[in-house]
């Protein structure tokens, strides 16, 4: 065995399932969800503090990881993130409380996190240009595989086996990749900077990609689609089951509906995306990420008012938005990192960590905002897709207009 060549298709599909650590940690518990509330004896917002905490750690660790794979190399660090997130995942399945879970879930995001930073960061090493937005795109459509399966898989291994059962399908998961990564996966990161991790030069490398008016716009876009996608995973298995009626299984497969419409935007990028370029296509998945949103809240206010409504009412516009998240996100990486080709792994980290950071705040804003209608989540979904349309609008194209 040999790892694998750069031209190499498993070696992209390798790199999607580095990436897809963190929505398997975070989808496929998302139907015991409401059960923990009442087995740890909580409520709603201490519960839905399990996937905010999560993304606090991926916010904190993407400030660490890219740096220092810039310095030591991406394969070693990220050997290192998989037994972090291995490990963890069995703290989880142990917990018992909903404290404990807490604590467990910050661990495992400490570990899934590496997965994200060096899976981008590889993808710039080895790819450029419309080849590194192809590549993204792809990654995205296996990324988008795991939460396609993980609810339905989850919503089983609930029923089955118990809550637990779930973790240990996701330390089963990171020791394969583990394992994976250690014969397969070669290292790419051919420009090491001993300088990379001294925290001097991190700020000024930070405080160079902040000024870049480019690098803001990009990172804009994919933060505030990201922000509406995770205001879904943090709500809708609440929503779903206090205002439709839903029960854990049958969750599963209206998450998978919102998937489809993630890979049918991953889809769409990898076929268009060399012919019309990485703006454009940034520019329609901003779009759709907006429709989305607003006629989920039309929607939502008629229901609203009529006194009753479907389930579809809320999945069908959330298909319109991942949509856009598909292709907003490859999209919208490719072009900030495009401009900083030796320093990879900040820009992936400050970029990550303004995603999650993004994430995080939004998602315990909805956990505290959630009642027994849908709208409180279809706003937050909708404020997140008007931010990114608007993020275009002002941002990127005043920048491509100036040349920057």
């Known amino acids: 065995m040999r790892p694998l060549s750069r031209d190499s298709s498993a070696l992209v599909f390798l790199l999607g399932c580095a990436t897809a650590l963190g929505p398997l940690s975070t989808d496929m518990y998302l139907p015991s969800l409401p059960v923990l509330v009442t087995l740890f004896g909580t ?3 201490a519960v839905q503090l399990t996937l905010s905490v999560f993304l606090a750690g991926f916010a904190v660790m993407q400030l660490v990881y890219g740096p220092v794979s810039d310095r030591y ?26 404290e404990w879970l807490i604590l467990w879930r910050f661990g495992q995001a400490l570990g899934a996190c590496a997965g994200v930073v060096l899976g981008r960061a590889i993808a710039r090493d080895l790819y450029e240009g ?22 339905i898989l989850g919503g089983y ?32 990161n051919q420009r090491r900077n001993p300088l990379a991790t001294r925290i001097g030069p991190m700020l000024r490398n930070f405080a160079l990609l902040a000024r870049h008016g480019g690098f803001r716009g990009y990172v804009a876009c994919v933060a505030f689609s990201y922000g509406g996608m995770f205001a ?15 029960d854990e299984t049958t969750f599963g497969y209206c998450f998978l509906l919102i998937v489809v ?24 998945g901003a779009g759709l990420c907006a429709l ?52 990879a792994g900040a820009a992936a980290s400050l970029m990550g960590f303004t995603q ?49």
Do not use: K
């Open 292 to 343: 989305g949103g607003v006629s989920m809240v039309l929607l939502q206010l008629w229901i609203w008012g009529a006194g009753g409504g479907h389930w579809f009412s809320l999945i069908g516009p959330m298909m319109l938005f991942t949509m856009g998240v598909g292709l907003t996100m490859p999209q919208g990486q490719a072009g900030a990192l495009q401009p900083f080709p030796q320093m």
């Open 130 to 151: 419309p080849a590194a937005a192809h590549a993204l795109s792809t990654m995205a459509m296996v990324l988008g595989l795991t939460p396609a399966v993980a609810p």
């Open 73 to 98: 190399g991406r394969r070693p660090v990220l050997l290192v993130g998989v037994v972090i997130y291995t490990l963890a995942s069995i703290g989880c399945a142990f917990a018992t409380s909903i």
């Open 157 to 188: 291994l609930h029923s089955w086996f118990g809550w637990q059962a779930n973790f240990y399908a996701m330390a089963t998961a990171g020791a394969l990749f583990g394992l994976c990564v250690l014969v397969f996966l070669p290292e790419s």
């Open 356 to 404: 999650m950071t993004l994430g995080a705040i939004g998602g315990i804003v909805v956990g505290h905002a959630l009642n027994e209608t849908a709208l409180p989540l279809s706003i937050a979904i909708a404020a997140m897709g008007l931010a990114t349309l608007l993020s275009y609008l002002l941002i990127v194209r005043r920048q491509q207009a100036r040349g920057v």
């Open 232 to 246: 879904f995973i943090s709500g809708s298995s609440f929503t779903l089951r206090t205002a439709f009626g839903i």
């Open 43 to 45: 409520d709603v917002a």
């Open 261 to 284: 419409g993630y890979i049918a935007g991953g889809f769409i990028g990898v076929r268009l995306t060399r012919r019309l370029g990485v703006d454009r296509m940034l520019f329609l």
